[in-house]
């Protein structure tokens, strides 16, 4: 798909301008902060919380979102899973080809599957999207695909 | 301070179960329409089944009656998000805005009186608008992933429910924070008694400053 090919062949400057402002200046210090570690980026997203403070409201023992599920669900979205074939379509269908409109998608698609909302979803997108380093979709998914049955053959953990 | 209609702008905000509403936490009506701020972890970063939750009886002026838990939910959907700084943006559909000024930590000193309103023990199902007044006891950087953002520390004992909380300069109700909870070392989350984490019962209640809610909207 193209939009999708697209996408990942985005520049950094590019993707960060597909969420809002004050995300991008959050994940453009951890990124300093991490000498462009996308992952830890993503990591750090994903578990902030204000330092020594209890929180006075919300669910207990609410799961967790791992990034390594997102990716999951990253890799099945880009890579042809039908779980996510309408969203896929309503890409393809959009005359807006904007990087915004196409990540907006994905975290709320993706975010659906998981239990949160897009907006919290969009930036650890856009790093996973970064990790993937510009490599064509097709070769990425084979990759991915290559990894799984080799770690399945020798029965190490990915 | 003016306390009339707070109860316009200040509600719960709650997930439909199959066992009704649970609220989780309080919110506030921002000065753009059908915009509310709340704090990320009350929400959990989680769309499904979030509501605002008005029961319409909360007036400060008028007697609030315990036994009556009827209200209105109004769908609420999460608009932005800021783990760090433990902000959260909802949207209903609805024109409704509030004229709140909005500032932030600069705008008071250590000492200044300040207000704060909300609804204490409201994760127990208590929906009673409260006001408490107290003061800035100090001006501090809080870490997150690696991150300082200013925050305020109010000598006042909150209690869960309260974060989300708006927080008024008293002497011209401009929003100057917002409660996210209280220090405990670690976060807490060790020992309950009761359903009570002892090492909350104090008078160090963590604010974050409402500048970075204007950088969301």
């Known amino acids: ?158 | 301070m003016e306390i009339s209609g707070l109860d316009k702008i200040i509600y719960t905000v709650g997930r439909i179960t199959p066992n009704g509403v649970n609220l989780l936490g309080t919110c506030f009506l921002l000065n753009k329409n059908g915009l509310l701020a709340t704090a990320s972890h009350v929400t959990n970063n989680d769309n499904n089944n979030l509501v605002i939750f008005a029961s319409g009886k909360t007036d400060l002026n008028s007697y609030q009656d315990t036994a009556d838990n009827q209200g209105q939910t109004i769908p609420a959907s999460i608009y932005k998000v800021d783990p760090v700084r433990d902000i959260c943006i909802l949207k209903i559909d609805n024109a409704v805005a509030s004229n709140l000024s909005i500032g932030g930590a600069d705008d008071v000193r250590v000492t200044d009186n300040v207000g704060v309103v909300g609804f204490p023990h409201c994760v127990n199902g208590r929906n009673i608008l409260t006001f408490q007044s107290t003061e800035v006891g100090a001006k501090v950087l809080i870490e997150s992933s690696s991150i300082k953002s200013k925050h305020l520390i109010l000598n006042i004992q909150t209690r869960p429910g309260q974060s989300g909380s708006p927080i008024f300069r008293l002497n011209d109700s401009k929003l100057i924070g917002m409660i996210i909870g209280s220090y405990v070392p670690g976060g807490g989350g060790g020992i309950s008694l009761g359903g009570v984490d002892p090492h909350t019962l104090h008078q160090t209640t963590h604010a974050v400053s409402s500048e970075y809610i204007l950088k969301m909207i």
């Open chain 1, 1 to 158: 798909m193209e939009e999708l090919n697209n996408i990942i062949q985005s520049d950094q400057e590019q993707l960060l301008a597909s969420i809002d402002d004050y995300q991008a200046e959050i994940i453009k210090s951890f990124l300093s902060n991490t000498s462009n570690d996308f992952l830890q980026s993503a990591d750090n997203w994903l578990n902030a919380s204000p330092a020594n403070t209890a929180k006075f409201g919300g669910e207990q023992n609410k799961a967790k979102i791992y990034r390594d599920k997102l990716l999951e669900e990253l890799e099945k979205f880009l890579c042809g899973d039908q779980q996510y074939d309408e969203d896929r379509k309503k890409i393809a269908d959009s005359t807006d080809k904007s990087q915004k409109y196409i990540i907006g998608v994905m975290s709320a698609a993706i975010g659906k599957t998981l239990g949160a909302a897009g907006p919290f979803i969009a930036p650890v997108i856009v790093l996973l999207i970064l990790s993937i380093g510009k490599m064509a979709v097709n070769a990425w998914c084979a990759m991915r695909k290559d990894a799984k049955s080799t770690a399945g053959n020798s029965g190490l953990a990915q």
